[in-house]
């Protein structure tokens, strides 16, 4: 991903750089005592150009997200949300108050989100065709907007500022706060961060620009690049850059659940399309392999416990469970697997070392978090003393070395610059002895 900045593609970011501005568009009034509620009305708050809305999303039977999405495609592309934690019922509602508040609140009148106005004088909020949600001043002075508090996504016209950060979805349907994070740190640098979930804090940094004393903002300009930036606005690093303009494709760029920073570009009409489908397709993403990325002492890696990464031909990392393993929630293969047999006997005398065996994976590891090391040994003596251990759940075999790993296994992958294998222990027949 490290691209040349031609002098031509220079001029374009400086050019874009300053040239927007919030309030230079036309929009719809969200006059004071203006209220949205939660229900299936799907009353909303739209754009001018009807291209974003905002206003409640059922994201289960009767659990409602307060969101801003794309609103002319039929995915209704979440693009922020005020709730992702805290869901509302039915009956939930979305007010600006008379005394400037601007309240999101349940059926019972408690309030479960607010805007932090950074002053006082609210005349009304406007969608903006940017996607930005505002709340301004007569003057047209923003005292708060949308882009100010992202959630997982980053659209043209929107910077991330220093201690600026996006925190992914926990997966593809549930849109509360998940594992990963992205963040323009306080020092310049910008890094993508395993997060110590459920606890907001970061755990392992699996990509950064290395920018700690230069980087000042995220820059997402009009013409569909994404760069870092230093304060004297010399481009210091290019995250993508982009051959479709604006005006003919919807963009976003978005920390997903899988932890990958995708720049998505979706054509407006079929007339704009070009060679280009009629849904959301990837121009550029970040990190190029997150399967090799992360190695973390302490978390389970890009994959849940006891499964493992490959990045698949599509360029999307796949979280797989060994053969006699199986997700622990089907419907979220970062969940994690699980044996599907019962574990081997440690007794002395009923050791089942036979009713066990050893099944190879190739270029598979598990790195770190070993609880035995044996060098200069042959592979076969590697696979037995695996068996004869009730603790070992797998051993991996490399160079005449042999590492024993216990459960959970953690930091899984398998790809062909992974030398070695893995050998992980199964019971051969399940359904006899329990
Ligand atoms: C929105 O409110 C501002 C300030 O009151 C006013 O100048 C503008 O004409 C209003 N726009 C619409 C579309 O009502
Ligand atoms: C609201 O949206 C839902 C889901 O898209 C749809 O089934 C329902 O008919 C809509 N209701 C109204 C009143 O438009
Ligand atoms: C906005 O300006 C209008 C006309 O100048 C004035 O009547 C109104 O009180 C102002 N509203 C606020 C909230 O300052
Ligand atoms: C989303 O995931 C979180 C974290 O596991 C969980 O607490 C929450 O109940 C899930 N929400 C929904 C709507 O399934
Ligand atoms: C701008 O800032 C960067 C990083 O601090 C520095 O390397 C560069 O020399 C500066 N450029 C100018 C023209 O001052
Ligand atoms: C164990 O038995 C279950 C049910 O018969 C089967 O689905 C599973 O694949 C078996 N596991 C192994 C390791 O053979």
Known sequence: MALAVSSKIYFVLLSFLFSFSATAQPYTN????????????????ESPSGEFAFGFQQIVPGAYLLAIWFNKIPERTIVWSANRDNLV???????????????????????IWAATLSGVGVAYGAMLDTGNFVLVKNNSVVL??????????LLPTQTLNQDGRLVSSFSKTNYSRGRFLFTLQSDGNLVSYTRNFPM????FAYWATQTTGSGFKVVFNQAGYIFLVAKNGSVLNVLSSNADSTSQFYQRAILEYD?????????KSANSAG?????????????????MRIVERTGSGACGFNSFCSMGTDQIPKCECPIGYSFIDPNDRMSGCY???????????ARETELFSITDMPNTDWPLSDYAHFQQVTEDWCRQVCLNDCFCAAVIYRDGNCWKKKYPLSNGIVDSSVEGKAMIKIRNNNGTTY
């Open 89 to 111: 019922g039915e009956g939930s509602k979305i007010q600006l108050f008379e005394d400037e508040r601007f309240e999101l609140s349940d059926p019972k009148g408690q309030q």
């Open 30 to 45: 969200v006059t004071s005592g203006s209220l949205i509620t939660a229900n299936n009305a799907n009353s909303t708050w």
């Open 200 to 203: 907001d804090e970061m755990n």
């Open 339 to 349: 044996p599907n047999f019962a574990p081997q006997n440690c007794d002395e005398e």
């Open 259 to 267: 932890g990958v920073l995708r720049h998505y570009v979706y054509p």
């Open 144 to 153: 708060w907007q949308s882009f100010d508090e992202p959630t997982d996504t």
């Open 275 to 291: 060679a280009r489908v009629m849904a959301w397709s990837t121009m550029n993403f970040i990190p190029s392999n997150i399967c």
